[in-house]
């Protein structure tokens, strides 16, 4: 079975400081990550995948992570948060190209000005 | 070009009733999911279909949930008898199944169903 943890249900950064939102995973297999940002009464947007190329995986709005297998980790990080970066984070993991992903309960990014 | 599309985007009903809730997944797309949403919840799956193939009724949480879906277009999601505990925004998301790597999965605005 697979699992997401991420730590944190709610971080606050200031506006241009650094965005660090963390995301662990379990998985028999290897696995297939990616990233959800959800804006309030919106669907979910893909930010980023990670699909065995590459481990540093870049993706829109300035976001990228880091899949690190020894340590089972694909924390998501920004240089500089931006107002317009608050929203509802999801990582989520799955095992193969086309199957039901199983998410993370979620981290609340805040932005102070 | 448009994306997936949900409907009702918010439904109000009494305990006890029956609802059905319409997904309309990308053109093209063959491969379509239901997940829920529950407050301060991650996203639970639902049921998963990929296009011709018996549906993965998995996730479905009782025989009150049932879901179609014709050929590879249009979706419905049934709950019968609904339980307060079902009160959550129900999320639909499609995706091409290209064979290899990981599809992306395209979300809708999701339903909110609340009852009461």
């Known amino acids: 079975a697979q699992s997401v943890t991420q730590l944190g249900s709610h971080v606050s950064v200031s506006e241009g400081a650094l965005v660090l939102l963390r995301c662990n995973y379990s998985?028999?297999?290897?696995?297939?990550l990616f990233w959800y940002v959800q804006y309030p009464n919106q669907g979910l947007q893909l930010l980023l995948k990670?699909?065995?190329?590459?481990?540093l995986v870049k993706g829109i709005n300035g976001f990228e992570a880091e899949f690190k297998k020894s340590e089972t980790s694909f924390h998501l990080t920004k240089p500089s948060a931006h107002m317009s970066d608050a929203a509802e984070y999801f990582c989520a993991v799955t095992s193969s190209g086309n199957t039901p992903l199983v998410f993370g309960k979620g981290t609340r990014l805040s932005v102070i000005a | 070009g448009a994306g997936v599309s949900q409907s009702p985007s918010n439904k109000v009903t009494e305990k006890g009733k029956d609802v059905e809730l319409r997904c309309d997944p990308i053109?093209?797309?063959?491969?379509l999911y239901w997940y829920r949403q529950r407050l301060g919840q991650g996203l639970e799956f639902l049921i998963y279909?990929?296009?011709?193939?018996?549906?993965?009724k998995s996730g479905l949480p009782s025989d009150r949930f049932s879901a179609e879906r014709t050929g590879e277009s249009v979706s419905t999601l049934t709950i019968q008898r609904t339980q307060q505990e079902d009160s959550a925004v129900y999320l639909c998301a499609s995706s091409f199944h290209a064979g290899t790597n990981a599809d992306t999965q395209y979300f809708g605005p999701g339903t909110r169903l609340t009852v009461l």
């Open positions: 998985s028999s297999v290897p696995p297939y």
């Open positions: 053109s093209g797309h063959t491969a």
């Open positions: 990670y699909t065995s190329a590459a481990t």
């Open positions: 279909f990929q296009g011709n193939s018996a549906p993965d």
